[in-house]
């Protein structure tokens, strides 16, 4: 079949897998993005054809022209989603309807073609079928999935490729931020801007990431976990940060959380916690917030809380942000009541732990 909704995906299984042995060391303490499972998903998508050629296949090199478009105009786009050991011994993913959704709007962004949702569901539930063995067993740990798209035609001019590779590829992944879950540091950039109005911040693309690994490298350089990044055309609010979307948690209770007006990715995590906060009647405004407000707020007690959220981090409090010009703690820079209430109750319904009241958990196995 080609081009349709349903694909068949054609199973070859990698007659050469990771010992048990070894892959039960691995699995003890995986840290992020470092192992790799034994098979990968490939589909191939050709103008005029559309997608085809759908296989799980064992994980290996892929050959690469150096003419590929995407080694110079960088065509390329990702998601990132995690599939959890569940408290019955089954396997779920979270909300992967929603990055399906996100891959979708990332590839119209990128002038690419969509992948059907079916597809594209269907691949990660082959891939977690088939490597099941390597979802990790501890309360931390999970199967990392990470789909992905890129121009693979051979040609140099400037315009959309007519040829993309879709692949999915699987990393059984510990705690994001090594030490489990304790406060971050994050830097406020002086120099480095993440994406302007109409440019690509609201795509999951490589090309965001590549521009902020500067912004990233002097967060590290300064001694913190993150960078955040202020908006680019008047540098006083705050968009997000490298990989995670922030909330403020103030005095009142309710929560403040930057607008989606297309320069900040529109986190899955942060439609999650909107739900789960307005569901305990807690007010949530989706608002511009300045730096000098939550500078000003935590000086006064008027923030009392600020958290970032996303797949890898789930939600991880905010306790010292540092600039050329400043440094604070939100608080006593610890963690907030709010925000482990919140990441409580988050990982309680993507364990099979809670109730499921929105749907959210997709059963695999
Ligand atoms: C720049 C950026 N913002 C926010 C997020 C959070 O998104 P999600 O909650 O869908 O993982 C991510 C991670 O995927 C990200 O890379």
């Known amino acids: 079949m080609s081009g349709g909704d349903n694909l068949d995906f054609e199973i070859r299984p990698n ?197 902020g690994l500067s912004a990233q490298a002097e967060a590290i350089e300064n001694g913190c976990d993150q960078v955040v990044y202020l908006d680019a055309v008047e540098r006083k609010n705050i968009d997000e940060l490298g990989g995670m979307n922030v909330f403020f948690v103030l005095d009142d209770g309710s929560l403040a959380t930057p607008p989606l007006t297309g320069t900040i990715l529109p986190g899955i995590t942060r439609d999650s916690v909107i739900q789960l906060a307005q569901r305990a009647g807690r007010r949530v405004a989706e608002r511009p917030v300045s730096m000098d407000e939550w500078r000003e707020g935590a000086a006064s007690g008027r923030i009392r809380e600020a958290f970032a959220c996303g797949t890898a981090a789930v939600i991880t409090p905010i306790g010292t942000v540092k600039s050329p010009d400043f440094e604070f703690t939100v608080a006593d820079g610890g963690s907030g009541e709010v925000t482990m209430g919140l990441r409580k109750e988050l990982v309680d319904i993507q364990r099979g732990r809670a109730a499921d009241p929105f749907g959210w958990v997709h059963r695999v196995l």
């Open 15 to 211: 007659q050469a897998p990771v010992a048990v042995a070894e892959r039960d060391a691995l699995l003890v303490n995986p840290g992020f993005g470092r192992v790799f499972t034994d098979h990968m998903v490939t589909v191939r998508y050709a103008e005029g054809k559309g997608w085809y050629d759908a296989r799980v296949e064992a994980r290996a090199s892929i050959s690469i022209d150096p003419a590929s478009a995407v080694l110079h105009y960088a065509q390329e786009i990702f998601e990132g989603l995690k599939a959890y050991k569940m408290a019955d011994g089954g396997v779920a993913m979270f909300r992967p309807d929603a990055n399906a959704a996100r891959f979708a709007q990332s590839a119209q962004r990128m002038a690419m073609p969509a992948l059907p949702t079916a597809t594209f569901l269907q691949s990660l539930r082959e891939i977690i079928r088939i490597d099941r063995s390597w979802i990790p067993q501890s309360d931390e740990g999970s199967l990392y999935l990470r789909p992905f798209a890129y121009a693979s035609e051979v040609f140099l001019g400037v315009r959309p490729s007519r040829e993309y590779l879709y692949l999915v590829i699987a990393s059984p992944v510990g705690a994001y931020f090594s030490g489990g879950v304790k406060p971050v540091s994050v830097w406020v950039s002086p120099d480095f801007t993440r994406a302007a109005p109409g440019g690509t911040g609201a795509a999951k693309c490589g090309g965001n990431y590549a521009a």
